[in-house]
């Protein structure tokens, strides 16, 4: 009898062992019952409308009267007033568009040449052997460590004997120059990946290595390149301590510069069309992300910056 027995509480014992494998499952531990799903999303959404709070208040505050933005601190506007679109747009000396059109210039042209240069040098460091390859990665990865203020004043006075001053060239040209350590480090990552057969068979076919850069690299690193187009802009779009430095003509001033004009401009603060502005500035960045978003997360996944 007990040896009839054993198989059957064998089976007893693969199903209990088998039940609690299920049990503890990463899949069984991700989703959980149905209370703690609930529970975790309600918590997810309160925290994520915590951090959403800020930008709420800002648009609510866009359709306010002056006199309301600091006095109601919730988000439905008591009385709703859509002329801050209409004043902030004319309030300065030259409509809001200009200063979009400004910002869009210093934009695109620092994208271009953050992603040609930085892939240029890239490829240097990723597919050539050279002496020094090492030590100079390592000198340009140090560069990272180094505080942008300190050189604020050599690049100002160099600026200054070139006649840049109050143009768009210190904000553009920098970035012709893979100046930029963080994306070449991503491009770096991202080239290491590319089997190398590619530059043999492009050699083979008598290829230069300007030319395999530019045909055979290039085309395949666009992850890395929107990646790096993506930062450029939100960076570039909201910089607002260099323009700052090297613009005086406000018909030149960027987004940042004309928001902050608002502050000042006739002598009071102009509240409802700045916060309307701020408003119509961030629109760029929200949709320019949403487009990119699916290179972004490849770029970020495939050059290993996890």
């Known amino acids: 009898m007990?040896?009839?027995?054993?198989?059957?509480?064998?089976?007893?014992?693969?199903?209990?062992?088998?039940?609690k494998q299920e049990k503890n499952s990463p899949e069984d531990a991700l989703t959980g019952t149905p209370a703690k799903r609930f529970s975790r999303h309600l918590?997810?959404?309160?925290?994520?409308?915590?951090?959403?709070?800020?930008?709420?208040?800002?648009?609510?505050?866009?359709?306010k009267p002056s006199n309301d933005i600091f006095r109601q601190l919730g988000l439905w506007p008591e009385n709703?007033?859509?002329?801050?679109?209409?004043?902030?747009?004319?309030?300065?000396?030259?409509?809001?568009?200009?200063?979009?059109?400004?910002?869009?210039?210093?934009?695109?042209?620092?994208?271009?040449?953050?992603?040609?240069?930085?892939?240029?040098?890239?490829?240097?460091?990723a597919r050539m052997e050279f002496t020094g390859r090492k030590l100079f990665f390592a000198l340009m990865l140090g560069t990272l460590m180094l505080p942008g203020?300190?050189?604020?004043?050599?690049?100002?006075?160099?600026?200054?004997?070139?006649?840049?001053?109050?143009?768009?060239?210190?904000?553009?040209?920098?970035?012709?120059?893979?100046?930029n350590a963080f994306f070449i480090f991503l491009m770096v990552q991202f080239m290491k990946a590319l089997p190398q057969e590619l530059d043999d068979a492009a050699q083979i076919d008598g290829c230069g290595p300007f030319r395999t850069f530019l045909r055979v690299i290039l085309p395949l690193c666009v992850p890395a390149m929107a990646t790096t187009a993506i930062f450029t802009f939100?960076?570039?779009?909201?910089?607002?301590?260099?323009?700052?430095?090297?613009?005086?003509?406000?018909d030149l001033?960027?987004?940042p510069l004309?928001?902050?004009?608002?502050?000042?401009?006739?002598?009071q603060s102009m509240w409802g069309p700045m916060f309307a502005m701020s408003v119509v500035s961030i629109a760029p960045i929200i949709g320019f992300f949403i487009a990119g978003q699916k290179y972004l997360i490849n770029g970020i996944a495939t050059t290993g910056l996890k």
Not at 2 to 10: D, F, I, M, S, T
Not at 99 to 118: A, E, M, T, W
């Open 253 to 255: 001033y960027t987004v």
């Open 80 to 125: 709703w007033d859509f002329s801050n679109y209409e004043q902030g747009w004319t309030a300065l000396n030259q409509p809001f568009h200009v200063y979009l059109i400004n910002s869009l210039i210093v934009v695109v042209f620092s994208i271009v040449g953050n992603i040609f240069s930085c892939a240029l040098a890239a490829y240097a460091f």
């Open 2 to 19: 007990a040896l009839l027995e054993l198989p059957a509480q064998h089976k007893q014992d693969k199903k209990r062992k088998q039940r």
């Open 234 to 250: 939100i960076s570039t779009w909201n910089e607002f301590f260099g323009p700052l430095l090297y613009i005086q003509n406000q």
């Open 43 to 63: 918590i997810l959404c309160l925290v994520g409308l915590a951090m959403l709070y800020p930008l709420l208040w800002l648009i609510s505050s866009s359709f």
């Open 149 to 179: 203020h300190v050189l604020l004043v050599p690049q100002y006075i160099i600026f200054s004997q070139l006649g840049w001053l109050d143009t768009y060239l210190p904000l553009i040209v920098p970035n012709f120059m893979a100046t």
């Open 258 to 267: 004309a928001l902050r004009a608002f502050m000042d401009s006739e002598g």
